[in-house]
């Protein structure tokens, strides 16, 4: 059982080029979310997903987009990339919300010059 | 506002007990979390309070008081392998999970 898998691992991005991180999850749970993660700032909300079909705007969307065409998948898209969008990100699932423990991936090291 | 205040960094010595503290100021409360990250990995879920008092698990315990927006992460017996950052996330009324910048704790032998 992998439970949740992000790709790629890492990558350099140059500014203005549209990139896509990838999320999929194996334990078929209803809500996603994608993350960012900066030194010395919390974990922030990008947008999140409740069930296949809907998605929702976290605490920082612009630049973001995402799609949740089925369960266990949910890209997350940088349609024109630019140097503060450089992170960390993570992908996670819960089994129903926000109030059940959240699975994380392994992350997703983003640099964009 | 939304307030979520750990320390930075804190420091203990293996073998230990260590405290490590969350306040919050938040929308309402619906309860408040405990993640473990180590460097370079992901989050992994530690506790979930959402009663006041405190909830043993093994080594680690949390305590929550909701009258002072307080919780804290009690480690027992520290063992090099607790050295990460340990994330207090808070769930506000409307179901938002605010997360705070994390405290790092430096295990020394």
């Known amino acids: 059982?992998?439970?949740?898998?992000?790709?790629?691992?890492?990558?350099?991005?140059?500014?203005?080029?549209?990139?896509?991180?990838?999320?999929?999850?194996?334990?078929?749970?209803?809500?996603?979310?994608?993350?960012?993660?900066?030194l010395g700032l919390g974990l922030r909300l990008i947008h999140y997903s409740n069930t296949a079909g809907t998605t929702g705007k976290g605490e920082v969307p612009d630049g973001y987009s995402v799609s949740r065409a089925n369960t266990d998948d949910f890209p997350l898209t940088?349609?024109?990339?630019?140097?503060?969008?450089?992170?960390?990100?993570?992908?996670?699932?819960?089994?129903?919300?926000?109030?059940?423990?959240?699975?994380?991936?392994?992350?997703?090291?983003?640099?964009?010059? | 506002g939304?307030?979520?205040?750990?320390?930075?960094?804190?420091?203990?010595?293996?073998?230990?007990?260590?405290?490590?503290?969350c306040t919050y100021q938040t929308s309402g409360f619906n309860g408040l979390f405990w993640y473990q990250q180590h460097a370079g990995e992901a989050p992994t879920f530690l506790s979930y309070n959402v009663l006041d008092g405190l909830e043993e698990k093994g080594r680690f315990s949390s305590f929550l008081s909701r009258s002072k927006g307080y919780s804290?992460?009690?480690?027992?017996?520290?063992?090099?392998?607790?050295?990460?950052s340990y994330l207090c996330a808070v769930l506000e009324s409307n179901y938002q999970l605010i997360w705070g910048a994390g405290t790092k704790l430096i295990i020394k032998p």
């Open chain 2, 72 to 84: 804290y992460l009690l480690l027992k017996e520290l063992q090099m392998k607790d050295s990460a």
């Open chain 1, 78 to 113: 940088l349609a024109s990339a630019v140097p503060s969008q450089t992170s960390v990100y993570f992908c996670a699932s819960s089994d129903s919300g926000s109030w059940d423990t959240q699975y994380f991936g392994p992350g997703t090291r983003l640099t964009v010059l």
């Open chain 1, 1 to 38: 059982i992998a439970g949740i898998t992000q790709a790629p691992t890492s990558q350099i991005l140059a500014a203005g080029r549209r990139m896509t991180l990838r999320c999929t999850q194996d334990m078929r749970h209803n809500a996603m979310y994608w993350y960012r993660q900066d």
């Open chain 2, 2 to 21: 939304q307030n979520i205040d750990q320390p930075t960094e804190m420091t203990a010595t293996e073998g230990a007990i260590v405290q490590i503290n």
